[in-house]
């Protein structure tokens, strides 16, 4: 798919094979891309469901009309699902984890408030910083020309990481006392992947130990030590790799 990806509110409405972008996602069309008509896009939900039209005509600043939009089509979703617990890191390194982990093909991120955080969420700060997560993976869903946006979950206490743990097909933990390299790791076909990535002052051994209980055990991602907002990035596209989901 080399076409530029525009997002609506949904496709079970589309008069005629036509749609009008306006507001920011015409703005971004028009202004931005400086699409002309001929020129090929393509429309998703960010659910999977996708459409591709034509430019008919570009009017004013932010006004776009899409024309042939005949089929909807619908990406199946993908297996096995990679989710990515992703400790709060300082300044904007949160949005720069989530961008970069949706570029390579993340499922779903979850951020969790670990007890050597520095950042926290509270109140309306932890607001605003989930709508930028959210924001960021949907913006970064386009450039990478996806039709399935990762799910960003709400903030997670430690428990509630624990409790994803268990219910996963395989569970990991990045962390420097892992004997074996994910690189090794025996992976599921299908089902669901969870891995988590600590902070920069690492995962407390009473975390990892309630993390090892819910069955995940530690493993080095390779030699080096990375930030915690690349760790994520680097281990989802191994996984992806690993798993046939980029063969």
Excluded: N
């Excluded at 960021?136 to 990481?161: D, L, W």
């Excluded at 080096?224 to 990035?233: D, F, K, P």
């Amino acid at each position: 798919m080399t076409a530029p990806v525009f997002v609506v509110d949904s496709l079970d409405s589309l008069p005629g094979g036509t749609c009008v972008l306006t507001g920011p996602e015409g703005r971004h069309a028009v202004s931005v891309k400086r699409l002309r008509p001929g020129e090929d896009v393509v429309l998703t939900d960010g659910r999977g469901r996708w459409a591709e039209g034509v430019v008919r005509a570009a009017e004013g600043k932010d006004r776009l009309v899409v024309t042939d939009l005949e089929s909807v089509f619908e990406e199946p979703a993908p297996q096995p699902r990679i989710t990515v617990v992703q400790a709060l890191p300082k300044g904007d390194r949160g949005e720069l984890a989530v961008e970069t982990m949706t570029e390579v093909g993340v499922d779903a991120v979850v951020p969790w408030a670990a007890s050597r955080c520095i950042t926290q969420w509270k109140g309306e700060r932890g607001l605003k910083a989930l709508a930028k997560w959210r924001a960021t993976a949907r913006e970064a869903g386009k450039q990478s020309r996806r039709v399935r946006f990762p799910e960003v979950a709400e903030a997670a206490t430690t428990k509630e990481v624990a409790a994803l743990l268990a219910e996963a097909d395989f569970a990991a933990v990045l962390h420097e006392s892992g004997d074996t390299p994910l690189a090794r790791a025996e992976l599921p076909a299908a089902g669901r992947i969870v891995l988590v990535v600590g902070p920069e002052g690492g995962v407390s051994p009473e975390e990892l130990a309630l993390f090892a209980e819910a069955g995940a055990q530690p493993y080095v991602l390779g030699p080096t030590v990375l930030r915690t907002s690349t760790a994520g990035t680097a281990a989802t596209a191994l996984l992806l790799g690993r798993t046939g989901r980029w063969g």
